[in-house]
Each structure stands twice: as C-alpha cells, then as structure tokens.
C-alpha cells in the first residue's frame, strides 16, 4: 500500500521536519519523496494495517494523506473516454462525448490531471471506450516501457470524477478549443483551457508527473483488476503494462477520492444526542 501526502504540502523546512518526527525517514530522503504541491509516495508498505496507522498518524498532524493500493495504477476498468468539447453552463460542466453528451454537477469533479501521453510499442489496453457504456456521474451528498526512441507522445488532461472510476481526457490534438475564442489547439490551448476550468470550477490540477514520486508505480503491478466491469465489455484476462500516464492519473485520481471522502466525513458534525 502506498502512503501518500498531497496538497497543500508547501514543501517548506518545518513540514519536512514534522515528517521526519512522525516517519523515522530523514529530512534529506524526505525532500527526494516529496515536492511542493503534488502527490508524493512517503512509504510504501505491504501491511494494509501498517499503512492506515502511519496514515492516522500522519493526517492527525495537519496533513492531507490517502492510502492507495498501487494496483490501481493496471486497474483497466478505470477507463479514460475521449473528450470532443466541452461547455461551461451555470450549473454544470457538459461534457460531449464521442457518443453522448452529459452534464456534470461542478461538485461532481473530483481533480484534473495534466500531463503527457506516450504512445508506440507499449501493449495497449484492447478495452473499448465507448462512451454509451458509462454511467452518469452523480455528485455525493454533501458535497515496462518502450525505448523512447519507439514512443511518441501527445498532451493530455484527464478529468476524474468523484463518485465513478471512468475518466473524461482531452487529448490536445484532437479536442475543439473553440470554448476558448482564439485558438490554435495543442499544448498551449490545453493549458489555457485547464487553467480556464480550475479558476471556474474550483477543482485541484495535478501537474506533477513529471516531478512526483507516484511515478515510480506506475509499471506493471500483476493482471488487471476486474471488480467492477463496465456492463457491455468483455474481461481482459491479458497482463498489460499500463500507459505511464494513464497509470499515474489512475494513482493520482484515487489519491484525491480518498482524501476528499476523509475530508467530508471529517467536518461532519456528530449525530444528535
């Protein structure tokens, strides 16, 4: 299980030292850990157990931890569905799949994750992504590689969501930019437009895939799970390497799920009586 610390980790001399008093690890190993506003793995321990309590510890100190079974990283069932356009209404954040359109609560988005997608002669998953197969998203009460020589890669931003695994991606070579005015397309309108939806929407953007810890696992972690199949898709039985991004978005996303749900239930005033 990996335990994990998120933002608003500042990064700063007190925080490191906080963590060195509560983990036994060193300021110095701590710093190669964990970077300022991103996720970063501070222990990674087998013992689910083991993992909550230092979690416990953890969080009772002041900061925002999750613990996520790195399996999630291979999880196929956690599918990303091309994003075509989107709208920004009062209310809702609509989405237009390749074969639907949906509207989204705002309180229904759960995180942004940006970074890039390398494709070559990684095996791929042979999932399908139709958008017909989803669910409609509901916002909760209350609320191993290619040589890089083989790889190309595209810009990319995954939306998850807070209440289903599946996740809504823009790939900058393909999305319509026209919600911005004047576009080009590509890299820049892509963070134009995630710039444009964290102010709006208020969700939190991870761009730390490059620099984070959680990307040490995001390689082949055994089979794909298969606990909630989306209905009208067969179960792979292959063992696939996931994408690095797609896996590192899967860990990043769940990290959040987690410490949000913590967060709610936490500020919950205790029942009557």
């Given at each position: 299980?990996?335990?994990?610390?998120?933002?608003?980790?500042s990064?700063?001399?007190?925080?490191?030292?906080?963590l060195?008093?509560?983990?036994?690890?060193?300021?110095?190993?701590?710093?190669?850990?964990?970077?300022?506003?991103?996720?970063?793995?501070v222990?990674?321990?087998?013992?689910?157990g083991?993992?909550?309590?230092?979690?416990s510890?953890?969080?009772?100190?002041?900061?925002?931890?999750?613990v996520?079974?790195p399996?999630?990283a291979?999880?196929?069932?956690?599918?990303?569905?091309?994003?075509r356009?989107?709208?920004?209404?009062e209310?809702?954040l609509?989405?237009?799949?390749?074969?639907?359109?949906?509207?989204?609560?705002?309180r229904?988005?759960?995180?942004?994750?940006?970074?890039?997608?390398?494709v070559?002669?990684r095996?791929?998953?042979?999932?399908?992504s139709?958008s017909?197969?989803?669910r409609?998203?509901?916002?909760?009460?209350?609320?191993?590689?290619?040589?890089?020589?083989?790889?190309?890669?595209?810009?990319?931003?995954?939306?998850?969501?807070?209440t289903v695994?599946?996740?809504?991606?823009?790939?900058?070579?393909?999305?319509d930019?026209?919600?911005?005015?004047?576009?080009?397309?590509?890299?820049h309108?892509?963070d134009r437009l995630?710039?444009?939806?964290a102010e709006?929407?208020g969700?939190?953007?991870d761009?730390?895939?490059?620099i984070?810890?959680?990307?040490s696992?995001?390689?082949?972690?055994?089979?794909?799970?298969q606990?909630?199949?989306?209905?009208?898709?067969?179960?792979?039985?292959?063992?696939?390497?996931?994408?690095?991004?797609?896996?590192?978005?899967?860990?990043?996303?769940?990290?959040e799920?987690?410490?949000?749900?913590?967060?709610?239930?936490?500020?919950?005033?205790?029942?009557?009586g």
């Amino acid at each position: 299980m990996l335990v994990l610390i998120g933002p608003p980790f500042s990064g700063s001399d007190d925080e490191y030292g906080r963590l060195a008093d509560l983990t036994g690890i060193l300021p110095y190993e701590l710093k190669t850990k964990l970077r300022a506003s991103a996720w970063g793995v501070v222990r990674a321990l087998a013992d689910g157990g083991q993992a909550e309590a230092l979690a416990s510890r953890i969080r009772a100190n002041g900061f925002r931890v999750a613990v996520v079974d790195p399996a999630v990283a291979a999880d196929a069932t956690r599918i990303f569905v091309p994003l075509r356009a989107l709208e920004l209404t009062e209310g809702a954040l609509v989405l237009h799949l390749s074969e639907r359109t949906m509207p989204i609560p705002y309180r229904a988005v759960l995180t942004l994750v940006r970074g890039e997608v390398q494709v070559g002669s990684r095996t791929r998953s042979s999932h399908a992504s139709s958008s017909s197969t989803f669910r409609a998203v509901v916002p909760e009460a209350n609320v191993e590689a290619a040589p890089a020589a083989q790889l190309d890669g595209f810009a990319a931003a995954d939306l998850h969501f807070a209440t289903v695994l599946w996740a809504a991606r823009i790939d900058a070579r393909s999305f319509d930019f026209s919600i911005l005015g004047e576009h080009a397309g590509g890299a820049h309108d892509l963070d134009r437009l995630v710039d444009a939806l964290a102010e709006r929407v208020g969700f939190r953007v991870d761009r730390g895939n490059r620099i984070s810890s959680v990307a040490s696992f995001t390689g082949a972690t055994g089979p794909s799970r298969q606990t909630s199949p989306i209905p009208g898709m067969m179960p792979s039985t292959r063992k696939e390497v996931p994408e690095r991004f797609d896996a590192y978005s899967r860990l990043i996303a769940e990290a959040e799920r987690q410490a949000q749900r913590h967060e709610r239930h936490s500020t919950r005033p205790p029942p009557p009586g």
